[in-house]
């Protein structure tokens, strides 16, 4: 069984200190305010605060005041929740347990704070006190622990997750902000010079702990993977080097030389992969695919055996280039796209039902296939660990309408707010920002008004219905972890449905708490995905309505904005759409529903190596 990366490494019992943490901490307060009181260097403390008091200046005092409120409560607050959502959002793939990390290191330092509050009671400084002192004690100095956590804190993700020199440069000056509100508090006569080092060996404590619970392990385990990928990168350079074949930079059709000898690096089958001379074809996007991870993925198909490959290239007119035509032409032994949503989705339109496996190398800006699959979204390692895999089937949507040719779709497809914020997401921000671009865009689209229409499940009765968006989805988790459709399963032969309607600011909050929550409770179980096949639940206050089928047929009274896998189609007021059980054929690592290892409703066909059966729609 695999382990994900982006899961802690060790357990989470180091928690179970901070309760020796606390109980250090009030013996410290004991010791500092009782026997050591009246002993150097303790005695000297109130001097020290009169000193500072004595020699305040309009400047300084500015600048204290300052350091002061970045440490306030409302403000670590705030800031915490905000670097929270953007480590959730804003990176390709969701950075959870430092999210998880830097939240509860600040929660526990303040627990910690409150309870050593509770059994220390010591006064503030006798000095003139620039800010108003809230009803709890001196030691230790709650700005400075709290700003260990919050700053310090996000050092150490800095550390860990910036490449580079700046990565040092901004560590050390996060760190500095701890030091520099403790001076502040002691220079606005809040705190004793023994109550802000107590704030930061107990912000310091916290953070050693959560790390050590959360962070600790996962550094190795990375070592680990990447002296892989190496010896990976470095078995495909001597496989490839007598190889005579055209460079995928080139973006045309290249065609490799004879196999080599038996027993070389590339008639290899290293952990899974095919036999020397088999021929593969490589649908790149070039936007999406720049030479390097392009050169990156050919390495890893020559060492996995793939010799014979054929590169071509995509366009706005053929979002999978001449794929059907190369299909006909060389019956590949394998397909492999190099690109996003819409590239694998009209790559996907020409492969399903023939049986030919499919692999991806993620190179877009969403991704969600791959991410819903449990693929890393580096191209070259998703698709070598694919390829250590087997090849199982996976569902597909087939959805049509007005003014909507029949076409396949293996993510999502949907009516209203989501398109529209696709539709109008910014292509500058896009290229700079990712997926992130789209928070931006939704935020344009939050008040525009619901729509009317009728759903119908497979072939029952019409419920009529108002909502902001309705989604119907092959898999279910969208970016940043959020399971939008929790029992969707790629492989089990249903669709999930979802019609979002939050009435008001109160039920667009209840939404986002109830999806919030998800998100920490992590991925429903499969025996929940049935729960909704006999017919529609409504949770989050109504706000979200939920239906489970095999065919959905959506009517709006108006035209609407239209997405299928992330691209932007003609308005139009229907949408039918029907599922495709097993129809694609994917190289994965695991099973699609157990990204534990543990197999899937479908899994055991899918090892069989049996083709599916074509269904009535053909590759076009």
């Known amino acids: 069984m695999k382990r994900r990366c982006d899961a802690p490494a060790r357990g989470t019992w180091p928690v179970l200190l901070l309760p020796v943490q606390a109980a250090l901490m009030v013996g410290l307060g004991v010791l500092v305010t009782g026997p050591a009181a009246g002993h150097w260097p303790f005695a000297a403390e109130s001097r020290a605060n009169q000193d500072l008091a004595e020699r305040r200046a309009a400047p300084v005092t500015g600048v204290s005041e300052w350091l002061s409120a970045m440490a306030a409560t409302e403000t670590i607050i705030g800031v915490t929740l905000l670097c929270i959502v953007a480590l959730l959002v804003l990176p390709r793939v969701a950075w959870r347990t430092e999210a998880l990390f830097l939240g509860a290191s600040v929660a526990a330092q303040s627990a910690v704070f409150v309870v050593v509050t509770m059994f220390v009671q010591r006064p503030r400084p006798a000095v003139p006190r620039l800010d108003g002192a809230p009803p709890t004690s001196s030691f230790p100095s709650g700005h400075v622990g709290a700003s260990v956590a919050l700053y310090g804190g996000l050092a150490v993700i800095a550390l860990l997750r910036m490449r580079g020199p700046w990565r040092y440069a901004v560590s050390g000056a996060l760190l500095l902000v701890p030091p520099a509100v403790g001076m502040s508090r002691m220079y606005r006569g809040m705190h004793f010079p023994t109550d802000v080092v107590g704030g930061l060996l107990n912000g310091a404590a916290t953070l050693l702990v959560m790390g050590f619970a959360l962070l600790y392990g996962r550094e190795s385990a990375k070592s680990a993977k990447s002296a892989k990928s190496a010896r990976t990168a470095k078995s495909a350079a001597s496989a490839g080097s007598s190889e005579s074949e055209e460079s995928p930079s080139g973006g045309g059709v290249a065609t490799a ?241 979802v019609l979002f309607d939050p009435r008001g600011a109160l039920g667009w909050f209840t939404a986002a708490g109830h999806l919030a929550a998800r998100i920490l409770r992590g991925r429903a179980p499969l025996r929940q995905a049935a729960s909704a096949q006999a017919g529609g639940r409504r949770e989050a206050g109504g706000a979200l309505e939920y239906f489970s089928a095999t065919r959905v047929d959506i009517r709006c009274a108006v035209p609407q904005p239209r997405e299928i896998d992330g691209d932007v189609v003609a308005d139009g007021t229907r949408l039918t759409v029907a599922v495709e059980p097993g129809a694609l054929r994917m190289y994965l690592p695991r099973a699609p529903s157990a990204p534990g290892g543990v197999a899937g409703p479908r899994a055991a066909e899918g090892r069989t190596g049996r083709r599916p059966a074509a269904p009535a729609h053909q590759p076009r």
Not at 267 to 285: D, E, I, N, Y
Not at 377 to 393: N, T
Request: glycine share 16%.
């Open 257 to 497: 030389g004879s196999p080599g000898p038996a027993g070389s690096a590339g008639s290899a089958r290293p952990g899974g992969g095919a036999p020397a001379g088999r021929t593969v074809v490589v649908v790149r996007h070039s936007l999406g695919c720049p030479d390097e991870p392009a050169d990156r993925v050919r390495a890893v198909l020559t060492a996995r055996g793939y010799r014979d490959q054929r590169w071509i290239p995509t366009s706005a007119e053929r979002p999978c280039g001449a794929l059907a035509e190369e299909i006909a032409a060389s019956a590949p032994a394998l397909v492999v796209v190099c690109g996003g949503d819409g590239t694998l989705r009209a790559c996907a339109d020409v492969v399903a039902g023939t049986g030919i496996p499919l692999a991806v190398a993620p190179c877009g800006t969403g991704n969600l296939l791959a991410r819903n699959l449990g693929l890393p979204l580096d191209p070259a390692g998703a698709l070598d660990e694919a390829l250590a895999g087997e090849s199982f089937g996976i569902d597909v949507g087939r959805v049509e309408g007005d003014g909507l040719a029949p076409t396949r779709f293996t993510v999502m497809t949907g009516a209203g707010f989501d398109a529209a914020m696709v539709r109008d997401a910014s292509p500058w921000l896009k290229s700079r920002l990712g997926w992130a671009a789209y928070v931006l865009s939704a935020l344009r689209h939050l008040g525009d008004p619901g729509m009317r229409l009728s759903i119908r499940i497979d072939g029952g009765r019409r419920h009529r219905r108002r909502a902001r968006m309705v989604v119907i989805g092959n898999v279910g988790t969208l970016q940043g972890g959020l399971p939008l459709l929790p029992g969707a399963r790629p492989d089990s032969g249903r669709l999930e449905v």
